[in-house]
């Protein structure tokens, strides 16, 4: 299974991105997905998870309020809308696809990754 991230740039705080990942097999429309963020010099942290069927999701607490997340099984796509975009989130954002079909906060319940899509906010 490929993960293809994209929508990643430079933008200034308080602006919007939207972060998009797409699939390469309907293997994902059953399982769960998720959003993973690593800024330089951190670990990787769960930013949002949506499961198998887009009806419960999950957000970390700086996320709640200003991020989206969202899937298109029909497309093989997950998405992420982020406004309200601080310093704070500049990362590399990854896409994930889990192991089951809920959602989850824990990278080692994913077992596809994508190849990340940086994300620059400047002040």
């Known amino acids: 299974v490929q993960l293809q991230a994209s929508g990643g740039g430079l933008v200034q705080a308080g602006g919007s991105l939207r972060l998009s990942c797409a699939t390469s097999r309907r293997t994902s429309s059953n399982n769960g997905m998720g959003w993973f963020r690593q800024a330089p010099g951190k670990e990787r942290e769960i930013v949002a998870a949506?499961?198998?069927?887009?009806?419960?999701?999950f957000y970390t607490d700086s996320a709640k309020g200003r991020f989206t997340i969202s899937r298109d099984r029909s497309k093989n796509s997950m998405y992420l809308q982020m406004d309200s975009l601080k310093p704070e989130d500049t990362a590399v954002y990854y896409c994930?696809?889990?192991?089951?079909?809920?959602?989850?906060?824990?990278?080692?319940?994913?077992?596809?990754w994508g190849q990340g899509t940086k994300v620059t906010v400047s002040s």
């Open positions: 949506i499961d198998w069927r887009g009806a419960n999701t």
């Open positions: 994930a696809v889990g192991r089951g079909s809920s959602t989850s906060t824990q990278s080692a319940s994913y077992q596809y």
